[in-house]
């Protein structure tokens, strides 16, 4: 009985020792990542260009604002101010626009404002084609990930089956392996450095798949995550991935090839159609007007 109650006493001071540890690391943790919360806030509070303010009128507010904060991330700009330079530039291209429509009009007419409804056109169009330039953006890094991911993914197997473990993988891509996926190997090294500052997985690996910003990178973000945790293989689970992502790019390979074969019946609709309806209907039309000239006399 005396055995029995020592063993639960000595079970007890492993728990309370176990407990008291987690509780020390638990609030490292916090305080690291408050430490890198008042760094990035500290950055995103300090004042733009010597104390300059966009007015109020210009900034974005509900739906407006949180569509450009998202494609700003999905072009894989994650600056703390990235929402505010893009609109300095955006309010820039529509004065440049407006500008040069101005001095059109100068050299034109001798009065920059004698015809204000080009310039007003103008800068209107500067001010939406921004945000259709930033679209475009986000949908070339998109396109660009979304081909690289294959490659990153067989990388990932074909160490994970050598040996290595995921973190030294993560550092592999990030230093050595870079050149099959050069915007991948960015985003990894980004998760590398977290790391390195402390950051828990957890939140590495959810920022890592915010970074990304492409369909799948939050499933395989869980994965890593759960691989961590559990140990559980990742081999057949990144196949599947591979599968999925070779897939992916197979399906925009065909919209592309469809897309442009549809540009391509437009061309020539408007190429050949005149010059048929030239050569098949200009003889005709021609002896018509012939026989009401000869009527006429």
């Given at each position: 009985?005396?055995?029995?109650?020592?063993?639960?006493?000595?079970?007890a001071?492993?728990?309370?020792?176990?407990?008291a540890?987690?509780?020390?690391?638990?609030a490292?943790?916090?305080r690291?990542?408050?430490?890198?919360?008042?760094?990035?806030?500290?950055?995103?509070?300090?004042?733009?260009?010597?104390?300059?303010?966009?007015p109020?009128?210009?900034?974005?507010?509900?739906?407006d604002?949180s569509?450009?904060?998202?494609?700003?991330?999905?072009?894989?700009?994650?600056?703390?101010?990235?929402?505010?330079?893009?609109?300095?530039?955006?309010?820039?291209?529509?004065?440049?626009?407006?500008?040069?429509?101005?001095?059109?009009?100068?050299?034109?007419?001798?009065?920059?404002?004698?015809?204000?409804?080009?310039v007003?056109?103008?800068?209107?169009?500067?001010?939406?084609l921004?945000?259709?330039?930033?679209h475009?953006?986000?949908?070339?890094?998109?396109?660009?990930?979304?081909?690289?991911?294959?490659?990153?993914?067989?990388?990932?197997?074909?160490?994970l089956?050598s040996?290595?473990?995921?973190?030294?993988c993560?550092?592999?891509?990030?230093?050595e392996e870079?050149?099959?996926?050069?915007?991948?190997?960015?985003?990894?090294?980004?998760?590398?450095?977290?790391?390195?500052?402390?950051?828990?997985?957890?939140?590495?690996?959810?920022?890592?798949?915010?970074?990304t910003?492409?369909?799948?990178?939050k499933?395989?973000?869980?994965?890593?995550q759960?691989?961590?945790l559990?140990?559980?293989?990742?081999?057949?689970?990144?196949?599947?991935?591979?599968?999925?992502?070779?897939?992916?790019r197979?399906?925009?390979?065909?919209?592309?090839?469809?897309r442009?074969?549809v540009?391509?019946?437009?061309?020539?609709?408007?190429?050949?159609l005149?010059?048929?309806?030239i050569?098949v209907?200009?003889?005709?039309?021609?002896?018509l007007f012939?026989?009401?000239?000869?009527e006429?006399?």
């Open positions: 009985m005396d055995a029995l109650a020592f063993l639960w006493f000595l079970l001071i492993v728990a309370v020792a176990t407990t540890r987690g509780m020390v690391l638990l490292a943790m916090q690291v990542e408050a430490r890198i919360a008042r760094t990035v806030s500290a950055q995103a509070a300090r004042p733009l260009w010597g104390g300059l303010k966009l109020a009128f210009l900034a974005p507010r509900g739906r604002g569509e450009i904060a998202r494609e700003l991330r999905e072009a894989g700009i994650h600056h703390p101010r990235a929402i505010e330079y893009f609109l300095w530039l955006r309010l820039g291209a529509t004065a440049v626009a407006c500008g040069l429509a101005a001095i059109a009009n100068l050299v034109a007419t001798g009065a920059p404002l004698s015809r204000p409804v080009p007003i056109l103008a800068g209107a169009g500067a001010y939406l921004s945000k259709r330039l930033l475009f953006l986000k949908g070339v890094r998109q396109r660009a990930i979304t081909a690289e991911f294959p490659f990153l993914l067989d990388l990932l197997q074909m160490m089956e040996g290595l473990s995921l973190d030294q993560f550092r592999s891509i990030a230093t870079n050149e099959a996926t050069p915007r991948l190997a960015a985003t990894v090294r980004r998760l590398v450095f977290d790391l390195d500052r402390g950051m828990s997985y957890d939140a590495a690996l959810g920022r890592w798949a915010e970074r910003a492409v369909g799948g990178a499933e395989l973000a869980s994965l890593f759960q691989a961590l559990q140990g559980t293989e990742l081999a057949p689970a990144l196949r599947t991935f591979t599968r999925e992502f070779t897939e992916r197979i399906a925009h390979a065909r919209e592309s090839i469809g442009i074969s540009q391509m019946v437009l061309v020539l609709i408007a190429c050949f005149p010059a048929i309806f050569v209907g200009g003889p005709p039309v021609a002896s012939d026989m009401i000239r000869s006429a006399r």
